[in-house]
């Protein structure tokens, strides 16, 4: 798969000025100087422009977007901590997405949601109707607060490989993602939101290179390589071009 979007200049209308990237540490990738922890948002460097994004997929679309409009002063948040779930996404959801009264809201959540339920040696089933109700609870407050708003969601994923696809459970993970997936895909369709099954992507690059092996575009079954993080900024920026068709 060519980098379809690495030479297409991407224009944007007044809509989509305020963007926000919440999610893990897919799309934490060390931004503020996280170094690959936990640190919240308040205790992050958000002065230091060499580091005020991070190195993920959401550090590739600033930069082509601000690089192709550089007068629309468009402004780019990175919200993504390292190991959070739902859960702590809701717990900072008011300081770090919705103070910024951002147009765009782009989301990436779940999938440590998983992991650290197959950790979880009670034998309860994952409840994904209560997952739902709250991932739904999270994009009616923003709503709330801005009825304009708009939102690309992404979808969780894993991959064969490092410590997590060698692992016993790893069909299981798999199988609840996949599970997870198809209830994301519903919310977004509620919402009227730009929907990416990342999981699909990585699988149809797996089936495009058959020679490739997933590590390089998932190095440890959890956290893409620069490749599958410049395949999923094409993919983003593809959704995020149709919100600005006139």
Known sequence: MAAVFALTAFTVSEK????????????????????????PTAKR??????????????????????????????QFYNRG????????????????????????I????????????LLDESGAEFDFADWERRYRNLLDR??????????????????????????EDYEKRLALLKQMDEVIEVIAGDYNARLIRYDKLFESLYEEYPDVDPSFWIWDGIHPTPAGHQVMADAWLKEYQFLNQD
Request: proline share 4%; glycine share 10%.
């Open 45 to 74: 460097d958000q002065t230091d422009m060499n580091h005020i994004y991070g190195h993920s997929y959401m550090m590739l679309c600033a930069a082509r977007l601000s690089a192709d409009n550089p007068e629309k002063n468009l």
């Open 81 to 104: 901590i390292s190991s959070n779930t739902l859960a702590n996404l809701e717990d900072r959801w008011d300081d770090d997405v919705l103070a910024l009264k951002p147009d765009v």
């Open 16 to 39: 989509g000025s305020r963007i926000v990237f919440a999610g893990d540490s897919i799309t934490d990738g060390a931004w503020g100087g996280g170094n690959g922890t936990k640190l």
């Open 106 to 117: 782009s989301i990436l959540i779940g999938t440590n949601d998983i992991h650290f339920y």
């Open 142 to 167: 923003a709503l709330e607060t801005n009825p304009e708003t708009v939102f690309i969601i992404g979808t969780p994923f894993t991959a064969p490989t490092g410590k997590v696809g060698q692992a």
